[in-house]
């Protein structure tokens, strides 16, 4: 049986210190060696050997490592995976939708690979393809935490509002309301991811 334990290093959109991070990543080289990991508030005893995949990078100025490990766990049912931050399951998270978070922005970064190019190039994206993106926004509420959730409103609206500009055929102002949208996730994302 596999599980996947994903630990990141924000809470929440709060950084740790470098020495909270040395603590955190210690108890958890701590509990591999040890051969039993916490997951959402259980204890998961791992099997050799385990699959490590890592992923380091610096992009606008800021350092991204990533590391993911995955072993068979000896005896345990599924757990789901653990909020970033917490012992509780992903699951206590959800308060609804019928997608998972990380289903949704799947799909969303598919169809942005759409609706992005056309409104930059000053055409109308597909009417289906803008109202599912905009569909599935709204799905994605049920996941949007406190810290960002004013940011997100807006995000969502204007996002809307150029969607109705393109679909009017007023291509201008849908390219500068793209560009405000694509400011505002980029502002979003170095603040909270």
């Known amino acids: ?32 060696g040890a051969g039993k990991v916490t997951v959402g508030g259980d204890t998961v005893d791992l099997i050799d050997p385990c699959y490590v995949k890592s992923r380091a ?7 991204e ?4 490990f995955e072993a068979d766990t000896a005896g345990k049912e599924d757990i789901p995976d653990s909020e970033p931050g917490t012992d509780k399951p992903a699951a206590e998270k959800a308060r609804g939708g019928k997608k998972g978070a990380k289903a949704i922005k799947k799909e969303l970064k598919g169809l942005w690979k759409v609706v992005l190019p056309a409104i930059e190039a000053g055409n109308t994206p597909d009417q289906q393809v803008m109202q599912r993106v ?10 949007v935490e ?10 969502k609206s204007e996002l809307g509002s ?8 007023n291509h201008t102002e849908a390219g500068e309301m793209m560009g405000r949208v694509k400011e505002m996730i980029r502002n979003c994302h170095s603040r909270y991811k």
Do not use: P
């Open 1 to 32: 049986m596999k599980h996947r334990y994903e630990h990141h290093f924000e809470n929440k959109g709060k950084s740790l210190s470098k020495s909270e991070m040395r603590k955190m990543l210690k108890n958890l080289a701590t509990e591999i």
């Open 57 to 63: 990078r610096v992009r606008e100025g800021r350092l």
């Open 146 to 155: 406190e810290a960002w959730k004013q940011e997100w409103e807006v995000c």
């Open 162 to 169: 150029c969607f109705e500009a393109a679909a009017s055929g």
């Open 65 to 68: 490592y990533q590391i993911l």
């Open 134 to 143: 905009i569909a599935l926004c709204n799905e994605y509420d049920h996941y």
